[in-house]
């Protein structure tokens, strides 16, 4: 009960910490210039932050499942489960700061875009991945068949960033992670690779928070077996 209700404060500190990065980000942006251009700029840079993160978060639950499926390590299961929940974050704030970004610009919340669409599903998938934890009662059965859908559901990533190549899309082609120099002004990179820094630095404190919480809730169900018996 107490690893529980640890486990809620975690999450609601979490989301609001989040939530609060990325709406003084947005304040940022939108107090620090008017022009349109600018503006624009602001908010792609704060959405490709986002999706960026989530990258990383789900590449580390895809890493960490092939270790746990070949090892067996509990700590490995726990650091994809954390990341797990950690990239689901990110990319719920990620569409939902490119719905708020795109009324304006593309003058609707949602249109089914090849990138946005394929986001939707990363999210979705991994929405599974959580409710597959929560329903299945053995814990070790739960990482197992958490570890295969995680490594499956990594497979999306580069679906979602190549999906501006193969389809006709109103995203714009890759400004980073692309063959070739970075297509963001010199001036404007400073400002984005700051930005991912400090995201980056936010995901990791989570996942060491989260992970050590995860370790104790085994811990806790490992004396609650041998209690038992």
């Known amino acids: 009960m107490f690893l529980d209700t640890l486990y809620v404060r975690w999450f609601i500190n979490s989301f609001t910490a989040s939530l609060a990065s990325t709406a003084i980000s947005l ?6 210039g008017y022009a349109a251009a600018r503006l624009r700029f602001r908010g792609v840079r704060l959405i490709t932050t986002l999706i960026l993160v989530s ?3 789900f590449f580390v639950v895809f890493v960490t499942s092939i270790l746990y499926l070949a090892r067996r390590c509990e700590r490995h299961d726990a650091i994809a489960h954390s990341s797990a929940e950690i990239g689901v974050l ?5 569409i939902a700061a490119g719905s708020i970004w795109g009324r304006p610009t593309w003058g609707t919340w949602w249109t089914w875009d090849a ?4 986001t939707t599903i990363l999210l979705l998938i991994f929405i599974g991945y959580l409710m597959l934890r929560a329903l299945v009662d053995d814990p070790s059965r739960g990482a197992t068949f958490s ?6 559901g990594f497979l ?3 679906i979602i960033h190549m999906s501006v190549v193969w389809w006709r899309t109103l995203h714009q082609p890759a400004s980073v992670l692309r063959p070739g120099p970075s297509t963001v002004a010199p001036d404007m990179q400073v400002a984005l690779y700051t930005n ?15 992970v050590r919480l995860e370790k104790a809730r085994w811990e806790l169900s490992r004396l609650r077996m041998e209690g038992a018996a």
């Not at 304040?27 to 620090?32: E, H, Q, V, W």
């Not at 990110?90 to 990620?94: G, P």
């Not at 991912?196 to 989260?210: G, Q, S």
Request: charge should be positive; avoid cysteine.
């Open 90 to 94: 990110f990319t719920a704030l990620a």
């Open 27 to 32: 304040a940022i942006g939108i107090l620090a």
């Open 55 to 57: 990258y990383l978060a």
């Open 115 to 118: 990138r946005l669409t394929t």
């Open 156 to 158: 999306d990533v580069p």
């Open 147 to 152: 570890a295969v859908l995680g490594i499956i």
């Open 196 to 210: 991912l820094a400090a995201f980056v630095l936010l995901y990791a404190y989570f996942l060491v928070k989260r």
